[in-house]
């Protein structure tokens, strides 16, 4: 496949993709070895992502292009991904660049001594919950700036009351109660320290249970339904389940002996 034809098919939005697929005999979801594309693609941060109007940036790169990497979505992830002062100049754009923004500083506790701490934008926090593996989580600390949020997050790390750093695992045990104490322990802690008055209320997202594509899809036109939690929820006479990140940021479809 010249890389003409690459570039026009993954240009296409979501919508086109599907009536392409339509008029291919044999469709097989690759899940190994795939290549990452340009991460510029989930639309304004100020909204929810959308991936069925998603417009594709057709070059291989881990993480943002040199032509995406001053996009906001780009600093956006800088200001969470990085550390140190470059991470904190980052968020600082961010807020200069975005009025009006709500950020959520977040604890999970997947079953390890200490939780895991997080930002997120506010209207996505049931959603980036949903997305890692979790027993239970809270809000600790809301705020109309990307910065303070960050630092936040940061300082509670640095102090260890929380882990800043994800490493996913799935979650062993599912004891509420143990949960809940170690959770409400920490809370304390970081209420005094940071000077925190947050009356914490915790929530749980269940995994829906729905089997997950295995194999292959031959002659099946899927049909988008919805997308939520990091997974894509898809329909041929059945519904499937998919890993959102590996069907959309990835050469992840397989079709006729070529990669698209
Ligand atoms: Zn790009």
């Not at 660049?97 to 997947?110: N, P, S, T």
């Amino acid at each position: 496949m010249s890389m003409e034809i690459v570039d026009s098919l993954v240009n296409m939005s979501i919508k086109d993709h599907k009536k392409a697929l339509k008029n291919i005999s044999e469709i097989k979801i690759i899940e190994n070895d795939l290549n990452s594309y340009c991460e510029w693609h989930n639309g304004p941060l100020e909204e929810a992502d959308d991936p069925s109007k998603r417009f594709y940036c057709p070059v291989m790169s881990e993480g943002f292009c040199s032509k995406h990497k001053r996009s906001e979505r780009a600093i956006y992830n800088l200001c969470l991904s990085y550390r140190g002062e470059k991470s904190l100049e980052a968020c600082k754009e961010i807020d200069n660049k975005i009025k009006g923004g709500e950020y959520v500083v977040y604890l999970v506790d997947f079953g390890e001594d200490l939780p895991k701490v997080g930002t997120t934008r506010k209207f996505r926090i049931l959603e980036r919950i949903a997305e890692q593996p979790h027993i239970i989580a809270t809000q600790i600390y809301v705020t109309d700036s990307l910065y303070k949020a960050r630092l936040m997050e940061i300082n509670i790390s640095k102090n260890k009351l929380a882990n800043e750093l994800w490493r996913h695992k799935w979650i062993q045990t599912e004891s509420l109660y143990n949960s809940l104490v170690r959770m409400k322990n920490y809370i304390e802690k970081i209420s005094k320290k940071f000077d925190i008055s947050r009356e914490a209320e915790f929530f749980r997202i269940k995994q829906p249970k729905i089997n997950y594509i295995q194999g292959n899809i031959e002659n099946k036109e899927l049909e988008i339904k919805g997308v939520w939690g990091g997974y894509l929820i898809l329909y041929s006479s059945n519904y499937y389940i998919y890993r959102e990140s590996q069907l959309l940021h990835k050469d992840s479809i397989f079709i006729e002996n070529k990669i698209i």
